[in-house]
């Protein structure tokens, strides 16, 4: 059914998408007063955006919403209540792609994935930073710009500087001044060098697929390399699964002139905030952030990239059209058509967070037959 189409109520007329965006929004509502969470109307607004982008995504997909698994729908509206983000926001504080999940190198399912980008950041550590009273914005420090260090003595410190002389220069470091409560300044600081981590981190993501030996040369090929090596080397670009397939290694939107510059100033913003420590109003908003990124033990260590099997469970990447494999040689196996999938998956990923969402099914008689109802009620 598209979009557009008009369905009748008892309350006069309906888009498709405004009725699936009340049973979203009610079901997010419940989730969160169930655990003494009040909905409140800027959350509201967050969901109600999130929920059209999602469709959006669907649609230039070729699926519908009630293809997905709907605990997996509402889990990440939920994050987005919970961290209060607006994907509609400009700059954009979130985002979502579809991530395809793979048994034995057949698609069994297509799962949405809720991503802050770095505005989004910006705004979690103003509201949640520890001992922040306010954050600046960034400085963007380009190539040629004329730029010091903050210094350090015993007497405090020397805040650093910055000229610029250029606005079309690629962005080599990113800036943040911290104003803390007691008075004191604090300055965040990320380098362009350091996206070289992000990108190994989404490589071997993406080379999840990839038989024991290829996994291990790819490690002992990008282990010294550089940014600017990684992302010019062709031979990256692609690999064979162990299927014999190809498969994406770098992600487009790393390596395309019209937004290469834009993810690596991206993740320069995200390195330089998402490790500062922060005090979240309670344990379902600390969890929805930690589950919001994948590659967030990223940001608490930085392992040495030794073995396959540790680089690949530590260091995961958001961006791209990655994958998630599961080998399971005994299992059944379900193939879904691309474009138009129409079996959704039931299974979650076991999470804490996960838990919280099952919470409200698990309560009350209906359990399965009420997700199943809702479902039914999709009117695309």
């Not at 987005?80 to 069994?108: D, S």
């Not at 196996?333 to 691309?338: A, F, L, M, N």
Request: proline share 4%.
């Amino acid at each position: 059914m598209d979009k557009r189409e008009i369905t009748a109520t008892q309350g006069g007329f309906q888009t498709a998408l405004q009725k699936a965006q009340s049973i979203y929004l009610q079901s997010v509502a419940q989730s969160l007063n169930s655990n003494n969470i009040k909905f409140d109307g800027e959350q509201r607004a967050c969901v109600y955006s999130a929920i059209s982008k999602l469709n959006e995504i669907a649609t230039a997909d070729g699926l519908k919403m009630s293809d997905f698994d709907q605990s997996n729908i509402t889990k990440v509206l939920s994050q987005v209540a919970l961290l209060r983000l607006n994907t509609n926001a400009i700059p954009r504080e979130c985002g979502f792609q579809i991530r395809k999940v793979y048994q034995n190198g057949v698609i069994i399912r297509k799962e949405f994935e809720f991503f802050v980008e770095g505005v989004g950041n910006d705004k979690l550590l103003r509201k949640y930073g520890e001992g922040v009273k306010s954050l600046d914005n960034a400085w963007k420090v380009r190539k040629g710009d004329g730029f010091t260090f903050p210094q350090f003595n015993v007497d405090g410190q020397v805040p650093p500087t910055w000229q610029p002389k250029s606005y079309s220069q690629p962005i080599e470091r990113v800036v943040y001044r911290v104003i803390k409560t007691d008075g004191r300044d604090e300055w965040l600081i990320s380098d362009r060098e350091e996206v070289a981590t992000n990108l190994k981190a989404h490589i071997l993501n993406n080379a999840r697929a990839a038989d024991e030996a290829t996994k291990q040369s790819i490690i002992d090929k990008i282990e010294d390399m550089t940014l600017e090596e990684m992302l010019k080397d062709k031979s990256l670009r692609i690999y064979k699964d162990k299927y014999g397939k190809d498969k994406t290694l770098i992600s487009p939107s790393w390596v395309m002139p019209q937004s290469r510059e834009a993810m690596i100033e991206r993740k320069m913003m995200n390195n330089a905030t998402k490790k500062y420590p922060k005090n979240f109003s309670n344990t379902f908003v600390r969890e929805a952030f930690e589950n919001t990124f994948e590659d967030y033990e990223q940001y608490r260590e930085k392992p040495r990239l030794t073995s396959a099997e540790q680089v690949i469970e530590t260091l995961k990447e958001q961006d791209g059209d990655d994958e998630i494999t599961i080998d399971t040689p005994n299992a059944p196996q379900t193939p879904v058509s691309e474009p138009n999938t129409t079996d959704a998956s039931k299974s979650t990923e076991g999470l804490t967070f996960d838990e919280w969402k099952a919470q409200k099914i698990k309560d009350g008689a209906k359990g399965e037959r009420e997700e199943k109802e809702k479902e039914d009620e999709l009117p695309f």
